[in-house]
């Protein structure tokens, strides 16, 4: 028959006391550690938005262009990249022969003239005759009036059209701006139709830029600027409603606000655009965890209490990144006594003067 083992009252009631006493030494020695000393930096906004920086080039929706009204020799032409203000001859085609023309029809406009006015003159004569002139007399004169008179019509429409040809064979600058293209030399004879110049303004040059479809919607509000000193603010002029299926690129053009634009025909630059991002705020330098799980933050409460909170990292700046996150202006983060953090732990942040 085996033995039952047995212990003694007096040892229970001695690892009873022992294990009393060292747990109550536990925690009198964790109760004694102080909380982590730490310094912290607030959060600050950022009201410019969500930034890109996108390539645009300088372009124009079309060039105005001079053709030759009428068959004429070129006799004057400014070559290309002549600037010029409004007013100013740009090309000039022979007239001569047109003037001469026009004489011979103002000619024939006085003789249809005064015949028109001795067939009226007669006509009323004949009709005052009453039963003394034939119903057929009068009515040839009548023919003739009507004639002499369509005669005179025919004439001024001619020369009408003649005048508005002599007009056109001289080409003015509508604006001041620039001769872009020639595709005619002086000396040149030119049909009616051939082309003679191109010409661009300069306020209506505009700027094109390449927006990805991920970064910019129809239906957000973007602010287009100037990636330079001046910071000057560009308008939408029209977005392009259909996307580059290859490149998934929409293309928008921009003009500045005083409509015009220094920058040569198809220079590149870079523009940047802002969208609006209550979520982007301006961390401390020192306050960035990177880590392979994502970069996060440690945010502390009224309470000292410590929080981590993820964030995505937008760009980095001279003393401060831009990142997104559910950070607010004036959130404190820990920037620095971080190494062995915990979530939910507290600490003591430093009587020193908060980071900027």
Known sequence: ????????????????FISVFLTSFAISALASVPAPLVKVAKIKSWRQGDISIINCEISVPFLTTFSSES???????LPKGTEVKKGDLIAEQQSYYYLKQLSRLEQELAVSTAELKFNNKEFNRLSSLGN???????????LKLEQSNAKQQQVISEIDELEHRIN???????????VVNTYSEPGE??????????????NEKEINCKVPVAEFGIN?????????GNKQQLN????????????????????????????LLGQRLKVKMSIANNRITRLPVDGLNLAKTGDYVW???????????????????LDYFLVESALKEGDLVITLGKSGLTVNQHVEVSSDKEAS
């Open 189 to 202: 004879y030119l049909n009616q139709g051939k082309k003679v110049l191109s010409f661009l303004s300069n």
């Open 299 to 317: 945010q502390i409460d009224k309470e000292g209490k410590v929080a981590k909170v993820y964030v995505k990292l937008i760009s980095n700046q």
């Open 236 to 263: 939408i002029k029209r977005i392009n409603q259909v996307v580059d299926n290859t490149s998934q690129f929409v293309n928008v053009y921009l003009n500045a606000q005083n409509d015009e634009i220094s920058q």
């Open 220 to 228: 957000k509000k973007a602010v287009f600027s100037l990636l330079n």
């Open 71 to 77: 068959d004429a020799k070129l006799t004057y032409l």
């Open 132 to 142: 003394m002139i034939s119903a057929t007399t009068l009515e040839n004169f009548s």
């Open 168 to 178: 056109r064979l001289r080409f003015f600058a509508p604006k001041s701006g620039t």
């Open 1 to 16: 028959m085996r033995k039952k083992h047995s212990i003694d009252p007096i040892h229970i009631r001695l690892f009873i």
